[in-house]
């Protein structure tokens, strides 16, 4: 699915983001729990908080759940949502499109998605065929499309990166497991995370086939993004953001218990507490803001040409909020 925008709109809507309404912050964020780290900042006020110690009088957040990273970068540059969380993939198409003046704050989950089957034939990606069709977020441009169009090109070359593209179909997680667990559609696949992949394995048939860190070993997958309109006419306030962001990781690190509690609260998930616990201490995934294989992106972006520019380094793709970290 390609931006239904041209940069011209592109920079016009970047140039009227802003705080002007009023001492809001919106803030946007998707399914699962690697959003987690927001829903702790919006129950306990972390942000309000600390903007009020640091001088900046009452500020208050707003919160919207969206689907995908397309439907985020349409929020972000329509004016609806001032910090969008996303992929790192549609983010960077995002960069490009606007020239920089859309950069990431920074990074969000480091839980890797995974593809799951209730195909018994598909042992590997390599086993799907004309009659399987795998759920995505957004199909070619998600998160989940790069990664399985990193691991096609791996194994079948760089010009053949999106062979399996042509099975792929737009869906949102929830939509994604009924489909995949019903039996009764056209989906025999889904590339989703958690709490949505401990869901589908628990009915019988579905098993795993990869997951991002087969593909990319440790990385960052979601990431929180800004315009650099807002950056530029909010900088303390940014500022804050991270640092209530890594309050926010710190407090789930400290108790995944409590954390897992927390979110079976807020979205009134399925999932016990216990199961989000056991999502939580996966060894693959975490929450952290340090960028982690940013570039491994942003290069096989440019490689198939999905983008016009190669960022010099991860930093590039950054506001300088965590240029201290020991990223890449």
Not at 125 to 153: C, G, N, W
Request: with cysteine.
């Amino acid at each position: 699915m390609k931006l239904r925008i041209t940069v011209l709109g592109i920079c016009l809507a970047l140039f009227a983001a802003g705080l002007a309404r009023g001492a809001e912050l919106r803030i946007s964020r998707q399914y699962g729990i690697n959003y987690l780290p927001l829903l702790v900042l919006e129950q306990h006020k972390i942000i309000e908080k600390k903007a009020k110690e640091a001088g900046l009088g009452e500020v208050s957040t707003s919160w919207i759940t969206l689907a995908g990273g397309a439907a985020a970068n349409d929020a972000l540059l329509s004016g609806s949502v001032d910090i969008i969380a996303l992929g790192v993939p549609p983010f960077i198409r995002l960069w490009d499109k606007s020239k920089g003046q859309a950069k990431a704050l920074a990074p969000l989950s480091e839980f890797p998605p995974s593809l799951t089957t209730n195909n018994p034939d598909v042992k590997t990606f390599k086993d799907f065929t004309e009659k399987d069709r795998i759920a995505l977020p957004a199909a070619k441009v998600s998160l989940q499309a790069l990664l399985l169009q990193i691991a096609v090109a791996r194994e079948y070359g760089i010009a053949a990166y999106d062979r399996l593209d042509r099975l792929t179909v737009t869906m949102s997680h929830p939509d994604g497991l009924l489909a995949l667990t019903s039996g009764k559609s056209e989906i025999t696949g889904h590339f989703t995370q958690e709490p949505f992949l401990t869901a589908e394995l628990k009915h019988p048939g579905i098993h795993k086939v990869l997951d991002g860190y087969d593909v990319l070993g440790a990385a960052t997958y979601q990431l929180l993004a800004t315009t650099t309109k807002f950056y530029e006419q909010n900088r303390k306030l940014a500022e804050i953001f991270v640092k209530a962001l890594e309050e926010a990781d710190a407090w789930i690190a400290a108790d995944k218990k409590r954390a897992a509690e927390l979110y079976v609260k807020v979205t009134k998930s399925k999932e016990s507490p216990d199961e989000i616990l056991g999502m939580l201490q996966n060894p693959h995934g975490g929450f952290s803001v340090t960028p982690k294989s940013t570039t491994a992106f942003s290069n096989f972006l440019y490689e198939v040409k999905a983008i016009g520019k190669k960022p010099a380094d991860w930093k590039e793709l950054y506001f300088p909020l965590v240029y201290d970290k020991a990223g890449s």
